[in-house]
């Protein structure tokens, strides 16, 4: 396959206006300012409130990123959302999307690779471009973590946010501008390392879930740490290499932003200088799927990215799913 096939138009996000500092945290259980910041790198993080669903926040973003771009909502032809935190479970997040929307000339379909989900979404979007099935296609990362997270479980409620993020894809339009290399891969024997066993078949709703947890995120945090600066520095070098680029060639690097520590040891690791590393997880927490295409619009918005700029994304997370992506701009 000769690429690029597709290329990036306009990006858009929606942030939920309430902030949750470390200090909040200091009322809930026995954690600090210190502590966090100096093991996550995060200062604060957004909150969704009850009306800030994931389709009200995917909406949003979609409808900045059409106006950008002179569309409708009718003019899409497809809608790809990943995300680990549904609205509800039946129909799919893509539906609720596309009904908010009114995006009614839309395939509509959800991608579960969690953090990983924005990436793998963007894989399917090209694939559907090359096929010819759809010319215009939202492809959103959107989560609202903070539903999903245990609040009596301080390693793990600290680290999540609430946001939307998309990016309009659509064919490449000359030889030289798109995506340029994509590596997607799994490891499902590591599954336990991050997940959510309530409210699906095997532990319904009932005494089981409630005693232990299930309906809420849980992880071995500093397994899944290991794993995450091992495997994000090798996806780094997996997508140059199919890109036929090397890490000189990077303008810049947007990880999945999960722990600053993650991000500086990857890029470390990767041979990235720190200039070229985009960070917002200070401000954000780790937003699962939505952390790459936030970060992604912020980029774009600030001119860290422009016309011709070399980008790579990776991500990594629950599966364990990792992915990165190699963008000519
Ligand atoms: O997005 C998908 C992928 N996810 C990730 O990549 C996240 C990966 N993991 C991490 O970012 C880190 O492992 C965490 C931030 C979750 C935890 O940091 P850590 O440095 O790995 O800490 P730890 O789990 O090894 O815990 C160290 C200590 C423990 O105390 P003891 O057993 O040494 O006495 C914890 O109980 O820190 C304690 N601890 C806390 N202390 C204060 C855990 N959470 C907190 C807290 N405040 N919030």
Known sequence: MKRPIAEFGPTACYIPTKVATNADF????????????????IRERHWASDEETIAFMATEASKRALDEAGLTPEDVDAIVVGTASWDRLLPSQACDIQAVLGATNAAAFDVGAACSGFLYAVSVA????????????????????????????????????????????????????????????????????????????????GEVMEREHGYFIKMAGREVFKHAVRLMADACDQALRRAGLTVDDIDLLIPHQANIRIIEATAKRAGIPKEKV?????????TSAASIPIALDEAVRAGRIGPGSIVLLVAFGGGLTWASIVIRW
């Open 26 to 41: 200091e009322q809930m259980f026995d954690t600090s300012d210190e502590w966090i910041l100096e093991r996550t790198g």
């Open 126 to 205: 090209e694939g559907m471009i090359a096929s010819g099935t759809g010319e215009q296609i939202l492809v959103i990362g959107a989560e609202r973590l903070t539903r999903i997270a245990d609040y009596t479980d301080r390693s793990t409620a600290i680290l999540f946010g609430d946001g939307a993020g998309v990016v309009l894809m659509r064919p490449a339009t000359d030889g030289t501008r798109g995506i340029l290399s994509i590596y997607l891969k799994t490891d499902g024997r590591l599954g336990d390392l991050l997940y959510r066993s309530g409210g699906g078949s095997l532990q319904p709703p």
């Open 278 to 286: 985009y960070i917002n997880v200070d401000r954000f927490g780790n």
